[in-house]
C-alpha cells in the first residue's frame, strides 16, 4: 500500500515538474539542437504589403477609445492599407462617437452579445487581406502591425500573435505592485517563442494578433480566439506563430487578488475550449503538436489537482511510515502554502511569488468550477485596475 502511494506521489510531482520546468527545458534543448542541423533559410519578403483591418471590440470603453484610435494611426503602416474598425458590443456609453470623431474609419453599434460576435461581424464588415486584432486598453508600437503582417510572408502562417508587455501605468515602468504575473509572463512568452520556433504555438492573446481573411473561423460565442484559434489553424494545416517584434503595452492588474479574479474569468472560457470546443481532439494534429498540447495546456490545467494529489499521496506515505524523504516533501509543499499565505501582510518578492502560484493555480480549478455551475458567459468586462 504505501509503495502504490509513494508512486502516485512521485508520478503527480514528476507530471507537475514537467509542465512547469521540464516542458520548457525540453523545447529549449531542441531549438538549440534545430537550429545548429537547420540550413539557414532566406528571410520571407512581404511585397506588396497587403491591405489590413485592425478591429478592435469595445464594450463602455470611453474612457480608453481616443487614445487606442490614436495609436492605431501612429502605426507604421500605410494609412491607405489600414482600415480601423471599431465593433461596439452593446456599449451604453460615448464609446461609438468617441471613436468617430477620433478617426476611426469604421464603427458598428451592436446588441450585446460578446467579443467573439463583435469581432465577427466586423470581419464579415471588412474587406481587407488581412485582420488584426487588438483590445481597446492595449497600445501598440509604431512598428508592431508591420512586424505582424511579415509573419504572412510565409503562406504556412494562417495566425501570429505578437507580444504583450505589462505594465502599472507607464508603458515603459517597471511595475511595483502586488501581482507577479509579469515574473510568469516572460516566462510564457519564452516558451511561446520556442513553440513557435519548432512547430506552432498552443495559445496566443487578445492584445495583438492577426489572421488571414480567408483564415478566419467563427467559434462559439463563449470561447475566445487567443485559445481556440491557434489548435483550430493547425487542425487546417496553417501554423500559429508568435511574433516576438511585434509589441503591445497593457495595463497589469494591480493585486494578486484582481490577478486570480481575472483568470478565473478566463479559465471558465478555457475550460469550455478544452472539454467542448476540440482542443482535445488530436486526430488532426501533428504528433509534435499534440504532445505541446498536453505538455503546456492540458498538464498545466490540471496543476492544481496534480497538487492536490500529490498532498493527499505524501501525507498518506507519510502516515503509513514514510521515511525522512517524504517527511521532508510533505514539508516543503505545506512551506510553499504558509508562504503565500504570508505574502500578503509580509509583501516579500518570494513571499509574493509564491501567493502567485498558489492563487493562479487556484483560478484553474475555480474556474472549471464556475463553467460546470454555470457555464461560460460570452461577455466580458473590464479588469480591475486595467483602464
Known amino acids: 500500500m504505501r509503495t502504490a502511494l509513494e508512486i502516485a506521489f512521485w508520478v503527480a510531482i514528476g507530471l507537475i515538474a514537467w509542465t512547469q520546468l521540464g516542458y520548457g527545458l525540453c523545447l529549449w534543448l531542441l531549438a538549440k539542437t534545430a537550429a545548429a542541423e537547420a540550413p539557414r533559410?532566406?528571410?520571407?519578403?512581404?511585397?506588396?504589403?497587403?491591405?489590413?483591418?485592425?478591429?478592435?471590440?469595445?464594450?463602455?470603453?470611453?474612457?480608453?477609445?481616443?487614445?487606442?484610435?490614436?495609436?492605431a494611426l501612429q502605426l507604421d503602416y500605410p494609412r491607405k492599407l489600414l482600415q480601423i474598425i471599431v465593433a461596439c458590443d452593446g456599449c451604453s456609453d460615448e464609446t461609438a462617437a468617441l471613436a468617430r470623431s477620433?478617426?476611426?474609419?469604421?464603427?458598428?453599434?451592436?446588441?450585446?452579445?460578446?467579443?467573439?460576435?463583435?469581432?465577427d461581424a466586423a470581419v464579415a464588415a471588412s474587406e481587407a487581406e488581412l485582420a488584426a486584432f487588438s483590445d481597446a486598453n492595449a497600445l501598440w508600437e509604431p512598428s508592431a502591425l508591420t512586424a505582424l503582417v511579415g509573419a504572412f510572408a510565409d503562406p504556412r502562417v494562417g495566425y501570429a500573435c505578437g507580444q504583450v508587455v505589462y505594465s502599472n501605468g507607464d508603458p515603459r515602468a517597471h511595475p511595483q505592485t502586488t501581482n507577479q504575473e509579469g515574473a510568469y509572463w516572460r516566462y510564457e512568452l519564452a516558451l511561446r517563442s520556442l513553440e513557435?520556433?519548432?512547430?506552432?504555438?498552443?495559445?496566443?492573446?487578445g492584445a495583438i494578433y492577426a489572421t488571414r481573411r480567408?483564415?478566419?473561423i467563427v467559434v462559439d460565442a463563449a470561447m475566445g480566439h487567443d485559445l481556440s484559434f491557434p489548435f483550430n489553424m493547425v487542425k487546417r494545416g496553417r501554423r500559429a506563430v508568435f511574433v516576438r517584434d511585434a509589441i503591445s503595452f497593457e495595463r497589469m492588474v494591480p493585486s494578486l487578488e484582481g490577478e486570480l479574479a481575472r483568470k478565473r474569468r478566463m479559465m471558465a472560457h478555457t475550460w469550455a475550449i478544452v472539454l467542448r470546443g476540440g482542443m482535445l481532439d488530436f486526430r488532426a494534429y501533428p504528433p509534435a503538436y499534440a504532445a505541446m498540447i498536453v505538455s503546456h495546456r492540458l498538464l498545466r490545467y490540471l496543476t492544481p489537482f496534480l497538487h492536490l494529489a500529490a498532498l493527499a499521496f505524501n501525507l498518506a506515505a507519510v502516515g503509513l511510515g514514510g521515511g525522512p524523504l517524504y517527511i521532508a516533501t510533505a514539508a516543503a509543499q505545506l512551506l510553499v502554502?504558509?508562504?503565500?499565505?504570508?505574502?500578503?501582510?509580509l509583501r516579500w518578492r518570494a513571499l509574493l511569488i509564491a501567493r502567485y502560484y498558489v492563487l493562479t493555480t487556484v483560478s484553474l480549478a475555480a474556474g472549471l468550477w464556475d463553467w460546470l455551475r454555470e457555464g461560460a458567459s460570452p461577455s466580458w468586462e473590464a479588469a480591475e485596475g486595467t483602464r
Open 337 to 345: 502554502l504558509l508562504a503565500a499565505a504570508l505574502g500578503r501582510p
Open 196 to 205: 513557435s520556433a519548432l512547430c506552432s504555438i498552443t495559445a496566443g492573446n
Open 214 to 216: 480567408a483564415d478566419y
Open 102 to 119: 477620433s478617426g476611426a474609419d469604421l464603427v458598428l453599434e451592436l446588441p450585446r452579445g460578446g467579443k467573439v460576435r463583435a469581432q
Open 41 to 71: 533559410q532566406p528571410a520571407h519578403a512581404q511585397s506588396p504589403l497587403p491591405s489590413v483591418s485592425l478591429i478592435i471590440a469595445a464594450h463602455d470603453e470611453e474612457t480608453v477609445i481616443a487614445a487606442k484610435i490614436q495609436n
